[in-house]
């Protein structure tokens, strides 16, 4: 049986006010960094976020390339040559190949208490006001984690424009007219 006595209560309450406190910003699981940093990816939506962005740029990468050829060659773009580029970026940019990578890019620049403190905070248990400062610095550490994981991408892919390259020249050179002997048409 529990018995508080008028000493011990006030104890009593500050212990289960402090209990409380970690409860609410403690992570379902007490596994490592990594566990916590893919946690964090998963209950902040980052990879719907991440495909999201990776089918604008694709959207963007054909705009440009489509009026390229017809600026310079007055042809258009087909639907097989788009859908070839559009599938290799989908392919080389998908979100399970950088998943692990931003984990462990996470896990190594922020604290353990930090990406706790943000796991709390996407699952709306609210910022308690002592870690207002920690919160702070977490964020001012969002544009360093950003241009890691963006050099995380460029060295972890080898990209498509090389082969968009070819496929374009192959599709623009297979519709030049022939060159006449003597004459210059470029």
Excluded at 30 to 56: P, V, W
Excluded at 126 to 145: H, W
Aim: glycine share 4%; aromatic share 8%.
């Amino acid at each position: 049986m529990l018995v508080i006595t008028k000493c011990n209560r006030g104890k009593h309450t500050a212990t289960l006010s402090l209990l409380w406190m970690v409860l609410l910003i403690a992570p379902a699981s007490s596994g490592d960094a990594i566990d916590d940093a893919r946690l964090l990816l998963r209950i902040s939506n980052t990879a719907e976020h991440f495909e999201a962005r990776t089918q604008s740029q694709i959207s963007n990468i054909l705009r440009t390339y489509a009026s390229i050829v017809a600026m310079e060659s007055d042809l258009e773009l087909p639907a097989g040559i788009r859908s070839a580029i559009a599938a290799c970026y989908t392919q080389e940019y998908a979100w399970e190949n950088f998943r692990g990578g931003f984990a462990e890019i996470i896990a190594e620049h922020l604290s353990r208490q930090q990406i706790q403190l943000l796991i709390g905070f996407y699952r709306n248990r609210g910022l308690p006001p002592f870690q207002i400062d920690t919160f702070k610095a977490t964020i001012a550490k969002a544009e360093l984690i950003k241009a890691i994981s963006a050099d995380y991408i460029f060295s972890s892919s080898p990209g498509c424009v090389h082969r968009d390259a070819q496929l374009i020249n192959s599709f623009i050179h297979s519709k030049s007219p022939p060159s006449l002997p003597g004459t210059n048409l470029e």
